[in-house]
């Protein structure tokens, strides 16, 4: 270990799992394995900007007039409590590395707090498209009837991956709700936070899927017409 | 631990460079800069991106091999697009001159 | 072996297989006999044999047996990649047919107005260009006798071409899976030397032609209106088979495709000098049929157009 | 663990096998090697149900009129494919021996994540009911390749149910992928370099690899499909709008590399035999390790060759073909190692030896008819005929199940403790051999004569050939209950093995007793020599 110089506490041999040499080799493990489970996470949500890619350059024109109906600023809005959760994230890690139990609630309530905002905007919107009959399916409308079926494939993919970054970012919710649980036993020391650190990197995952979703749901095409 | 402690400025200073670079993109995405909307807005989301995951998910620190991972996740995307597109740019192309 | 080759493509398809054969065989050949001898020579003859000394590897063998065969293999790749482009271009000067693929059949159409169900009268020794359509699922139209297939993609249009060279009746399957009577979805080619295929165009219920059907459509959907009363979409005198002018600095070759894209999603290629979101959108509105009467139309007011060429 | 407590009763050292005997220890067991057995009833099990499909359709096949209702056989073959490919073959070698036996070759206690390992266990019987609820429900008839718009809108079987069991159990094979990776690159024993690993775990890599990688977008291509399939939105639907060849690149990403997945694992064991049965090192160690590698990367970059005739632009094909050759180069590689590791060797043929002499054969044959297939002028005739079927069935069944059984043959003492019975054994390998050349190799012939592929009927002048392939279907039948019968038997009943039966190298067999105790080793192994080193001595003139 490069820095020796962090305490090491009592209960950190205890986490140690039978099949591991020592904790260092744990972590190790846990941290590749994580990157790992976001590598399958890129090809997950990779299919889908495969499918986005493909029709936004089939339907360039449908492609703009969507754009028209998405809803920029609760979009950025999202985009920057999105953003600023990250960084409350990051800061919990950082309050677990120096083994700051009341920063690291703290940070980590922030956390949740501002991905329930995250998802309550996200139903606003939801609930916008709603209205507007935007929902693809049989009650499908669309006010340009030339782009119907074409509009209605993009409002398709805008559900499919705003869904699929919105059930991660539930997930991701209930794993911070552990974590608090986890800190407010003491389970976590200067010596072992690595599930802190895991679901900071999934978490930070999660917001950079968002970071591509905007531009290429929201921005891309406003002026195209 | 492998990592040592990020100083708190330099996490702030991160989410203050994203916030602007997202104001940036909204404001820019309004004007019609033709397919440069797309490139511009691309490369921001790409930027961003990168910082995240150099600062936030600490892969400045990290082992050689996550950081081979990590590409080879974007490296992997990159062929289902390429890949995938280099179908459907090429398909209206008329056929080539014989050169046989 | 080998069914019977009744195109132009076949022998060639033939000859790049023999090819292919007669070095797959000779490579096993190759292994099997060095499996054998080894397997013979080295046999452990008592279990106090000794120990064989190790052999750890050569870069020069592991070089000559990757880029050997990657060479032969590179002829493949030239020889097979030549034969596709020329097996899937047609060439200028074809006799065209129109097939409208359905579970479970094949409805063939004829400009002069034939109309045929799982069988294609086709003459020898002139280039045929099929154009492929699809009202469901994906079929595959194949003939192996041809030793060509092509998918044929609902929503699309697929072009297929050749040229048959050996009078008979050969087999035509769909080669997609498309449901239940996927084996049902088969029927015959017959190719017929020119005089037999004249005589049998003639003596056909020819009825209505299909660009004289084409062109009630062409009224009853109104295109008359715009594309040739008062001139607000671009007139279509002449333009299959010539290049086009896009909106967005393209060129693109008017061909059966390029019509069939402009008639249901009008809005995907624009010509220059006009505007998007004028004409309706026909996706939806008009039957894989109708399209090609409609097509078959507009082809015919190109009276220029490269296929009177020589 | 469930329990440590040695049993007193019993004569026999302690192993993973006897220190507890409840079905609890089992089912909650995070013993690699336990789970590894699940693994191995379970996929056995599946195993049996596709045969059984498979019969079937061998037996519709004897008329050319056929013996079923079309919708009948559509859903055999359908079945037969999904349950062969997803609940079969994608886990065979990799869950079962490679489970067993990557922990053991690298040194380690354990797969990095037990816990992790015992749910994609779980993961994968939970994809496996819904396929059996699937079949129980009537069956699915869209071919295992779900092609829209067939799948979404016109089939009306039990898509979805199939859909989910695919999808579901496509996460177990990711969570073990993960396993792996983590486990290769973290848990080796000290000494244990890169440049020792055995080449099984080279290939088990490599293999892991394409699992993590490329699960995932098959995962989210079904996912769109079952959408699809509800909500008629038209994302592969061309009457909506939607391009159904979209569905064939984002499936074909996942399920070209998907037969290395199968392939990859049963390259590892063979090697592994070979050079058991030469009492050599593998020739070419580096290069046949890399050529994994290679075909785990490049097998990312030729999906394209299964859309040759489904309307790819033409220049695009030029592309994939051109790669399709290029990823035949580390195959060939491996074929041309394994013969030159015979070379001045000690040969015996026990029978994991035969059926990797038998792997090498068939698979060469079915790796040069895959040229056939990515030379487009060639495909255009080939493609969906019985030319492709033979094709991969030869690298499926000749190659990958030759190598699963001769793996499983090779480390039966391993993980039972007992012996099993030689004669009966090289006996069932003969007849596996012989039969499954007559079923396969006619079609062939039947495929350049034109017999396209998920046809229910026929016409007649295919029909000789149909027959020589049930026939030899039957005996590759026989040929599959004889191991089946005589392993199950030498479970209980054979010869007690020493800890080394075959003086193989390699940690699994020298330095952890057979069969292992629950943490594999008693002293912690240490690596102090490359792989494979049956000799220290160097041939002369030799490399």
């Not at chain 3, 097979?80 to 097996?87: A, D, V």
Request: glycine letters at 8%; aromatic letters at 16%; one cysteine or more.
């Amino acid at each position: 270990m490069a820095d020796t110089d962090l305490s090491v506490a009592s209960h950190a041999s205890t986490a140690l799992k039978h099949h591991f040499d020592d904790s260092e080799q744990q972590l190790e493990s846990s941290t590749l394995g994580m990157w790992v489970f976001l590598l399958t996470e890129i090809m997950f949500f990779g299919g889908m900007f495969g499918a986005y890619t493909v029709y936004r350059n089939l339907y360039p024109a449908a492609f703009a007039s969507t754009s028209h109906y998405m809803n920029v600023t609760l979009g950025a809005t999202n985009t920057a409590v999105l953003i600023f959760s990250s960084l409350t994230m990051a800061l919990a890690v950082r309050s677990a590395q120096l083994g700051q139990k009341r920063a690291l609630l703290s940070f980590l309530t922030f956390t949740l707090i501002l991905g329930l905002v995250f998802l309550s905007i996200k139903y606003v919107e939801y609930h916008e498209k709603w209205v507007d009959h935007h929902i693809p399916g049989p009650g499908f409308h669309y006010a340009e009837p030339q782009y119907f079926h074409q509009a209605q494939i993009l409002f398709f993919l805008y559900f499919a991956m705003t869904g699929l970054h919105a059930l991660h970012m539930i997930v991701g919710a209930g794993l911070l709700i552990t974590l608090i649980a986890m800190a407010a036993r003491n389970r976590f020391s200067a010596g072992w936070y690595t599930p802190v650190e895991m679901i900071g990197l999934y978490w930070h995952f999660v917001d950079i899927v968002w970071i591509f979703l905007f531009p290429l749901l929201y921005l891309i095409g406003r002026t195209m017409r | 631990m492998t990592h040592q402690v990020v100083p708190v400025r330099t996490y702030v200073a991160v989410f203050a460079a994203l916030i602007a670079l997202t104001i940036a993109t909204v404001l820019i995405s309004g004007i019609d800069l033709g397919e440069y909307n797309f490139i511009i807005a691309l490369t921001i989301a790409v930027t961003k991106g990168s910082l995240v995951v150099w600062f936030f998910m600490h892969v400045n620190q990290s082992s050689s091999l996550t950081r081979l991972f990590v590409g080879a996740g974007f490296f992997w995307m990159l062929i289902l697009l390429m890949f995938v597109l280099s179908d459907y740019l090429s398909r209206g192309w008329l056929p080539g001159p014989r050169w046989w | 072996m080998f069914p019977a080759a009744a195109s132009t493509a076949a022998p060639q398809v033939d000859a790049l297989y023999i090819y292919l054969v007669v070095l797959s065989v000779v490579m096993t050949t190759l292994i099997f006999i060095a499996i054998g001898f080894f397997a013979y020579k080295y046999r452990r003859r008592s279990p106090e044999d000794p120990m064989p000394r190790a052999i750890h590897g050569s870069l020069p063998m592991e070089v000559t047996w990757s880029v050997i065969p990657f060479l032969f293999m590179l002829v493949m790749f030239a020889w097979g990649t030549k034969l596709y482009f020329e097996n899937y271009t047609p060439p200028r000067n074809t006799l065209d047919i129109y097939v409208v693929g359905k579970q479970w059949m094949w409805k063939v159409q004829y400009p002069d107005g034939q109309r045929e169900i799982n069988e294609l009268h086709v003459p020898t020794g002139r280039p045929v260009k099929l154009t492929l359509a699809s009202e469901d699922v994906i079929h595959s139209f194949y003939i192996p006798a041809f030793r060509l297939k092509h998918d044929v993609v609902p929503g699309s249009y697929q072009t297929f071409w050749f040229q048959a060279t050996e009078p008979g009746r050969y087999h035509l399957f769909c080669a997609e899976y498309c449901g239940t009577n996927h084996s049902r979805m088969i029927g015959w080619v017959d190719v017929m030397d020119p005089v037999s295929y004249q005589n049998w165009l003639a003596g056909g219920a020819a009825g209505v032609s299909m660009s004289q059907l084409g062109e009630k459509l062409f009224e009853k959907y109104g295109c008359i209106t715009c594309h040739v009363t008062n001139r607000s979409g671009p007139p279509l005198d002449n333009v299959f088979g010539h290049p086009v002018q896009l909106a967005d600095g393209r060129t693109v070759l008017a061909d059966e495709p390029f019509l069939r894209e402009s008639i249901l999603n009008p809005n995907a290629k624009v010509v220059k000098g006009y505007k998007a979101n004028v004409m309706p959108v026909y996706q939806g509105q008009i039957d894989e049929e109708g399209l090609l009467q409609l097509i078959v139309y507009i082809k015919s007011l190109s009276q220029t157009h490269p296929q009177a060429r020589p | 663990m469930s329990t440590t407590l040695p049993r007193p009763e019993t004569t026999e050292r302690p192993n993973y096998l006897n220190v507890d005997y409840s079905w609890k220890s089992w089912l909650f067991t995070t013993d690699h090697k336990r789970i590894a057995l699940l693994y191995l009833f379970s996929i056995t099990a599946f195993f049996l149900v596709g045969a059984v499909f498979a019969g079937l359709m061998r037996l519709n096949l004897l008329f050319p009129d056929g013996l079923f209702e079309h919708d009948t056989y559509n859903k055999f073959f359908t079945m037969h494919g999904v349950i062969m490919v997803f609940f079969f073959l994608v886990p065979s070698i990799p869950a079962t021996l490679g489970n067993f036996l990557l922990p053991i070759m690298i040194g380690a206690r354990d797969l990095a994540f037990p816990r992790i390992n015992l749910l994609s266990w779980y993961i994968y019987i939970a994809g496996g009911l819904f396929a059996v609820l699937a079949i129980l429900k009537g069956g699915v008839d869209t071919g295992w390749t779900f092609y829209a718009p067939f799948s979404t809108t016109y089939s009306n079987t039990h898509v979805i149910l199939a859909a989910i069991g695919v999808f579901v159990s496509g996460f177990s094979s990711i969570l073990t992928g993960l396993n792996f990776i983590v486990t290769v690159h973290k848990m080796r024993a000290p000494g244990m370099t890169w440049s020792r690993l055995p080449l099984f775990v080279w290939a088990h890599y490599a293999t892991s690899l394409i699992q993590v990688l490329g699960t995932p977008v098959v995962a989210i291509t079904i996912v769109l499909l079952m959408l699809e399939r509800i909500l008629h939105a038209g994302i592969f639907d061309p009457n909506l709008g939607g391009d159904p060849v979209l569905f064939q690149h984002l499936f074909w990403f996942y399920s070209h590399p998907a037969v290395y997945i199968m392939i990859l694992p049963g390259m590892g064991v063979v090697s592994e035999i070979i050079a058991c049965y030469s009492r050599k090192g593998i020739f070419g160690y580096g290069f046949v390790a890399f050529s994994s590698v290679a075909i785990a990367v490049l097998g990312f970059m030729v999906w394209g060759h299964h859309l040759f005739v489904a309307g790819q632009s033409m220049y695009a094909s030029m592309v994939f073909s051109f790669i399709s050759f290029l990823v035949a180069v580390p195959s060939a590689i491996k074929v041309f190692n394994w013969t030159a590791t015979m070379y001045k060797g000690s040969i015996t043929f026990d029978t994991p030896m035969l059926y990797a002499l038998g792997f090498i054969g068939l698979f060469t044959i079915g790796g040069l008819t895959g040229l056939f297939l990515a030379t487009m002028a060639i495909d255009v005739h080939l493609t969906d005929t019985y030319f492709v079927i033979a094709h991969f069935h030869y690298v499926m069944v000749g190659g990958m199940v030759l190598a699963f059984l001769g793996g499983v043959h090779f480390w039966f003492p391993k993980m039972t403790g007992r012996l099993y019975p030689e004669m009966w054994a090289r006996l069932a390998a003969a007849i596996i051999f012989v039969g499954f050349n007559l079923t396969f190799f006619p079609q062939f012939i039947l495929g350049y004569l034109g017999m396209p592929r998920r046809y229910a009927t026929y016409a007649q002048e295919f029909q000789v050939l149909h027959v020589l392939s049930t026939a030899g279907a039957s005996i590759l039948g026989v040929g599959y209950l004889l191991p089946l019968i005589y392993l199950s038997w030498a479970w209980r009943k054979g010869e007690r093995s020493s800890q080394n039966p075959w003086q193989a190298k390699g940690l699994e067999w020298e330095q952890s007793p057979t069969p292992p105790p629950t943490f594999n080793f008693d002293v912690p192994p240490v690596v102090t020599e490359r792989p494979y080193n049956y000799s220290e001595e160097v041939e002369v003139g030799g490399y």
